[in-house]
């Protein structure tokens, strides 16, 4: 188990406000953080498509080259992200096998 995990594991068993915690594990707020995260999954998946529309609805061609280079960048920064959390995950196990 990585320190975060650990460290996240014992932040919830500290937190104080006991009922912002029950409101988030059982509440909406978990329902609000997927539908959000659907709604961005499915920006990144169709990001030219939308560029093409936002061209045709505005007529400006520059705003959809941005929106399409923002979403690019979003994209590969999220790429580097996983690449880096699996890289961590790779380091620890081997660290973990050999010493």
Do not use: C
């Not at 999954?41 to 529309?53: H, N, Q």
Request: proline share 1%; charged share 20%.
């Amino acid at each position: 188990m990585t320190k975060a995990r650990k460290k996240v594991k014992q932040d919830t068993k500290d937190i104080k406000n006991g009922e912002w915690n029950r409101m988030f594990v059982h509440g909406g707020l978990w329902w609000l953080r997927g539908f959000v995260s659907l709604i961005e999954y499915w920006f990144f998946a169709f990001s030219f498509p939308i560029s093409i529309i936002i061209l045709l609805i505005t007529g400006d061609f520059w705003k959809a080259l941005g929106f399409f280079f923002v979403v690019q960048v979003r994209n590969t920064a999220g790429n580097l992200r996983g690449l880096d959390l699996h890289l961590e995950g790779l380091i620890e196990w081997l660290a973990d096998e050999n010493f």
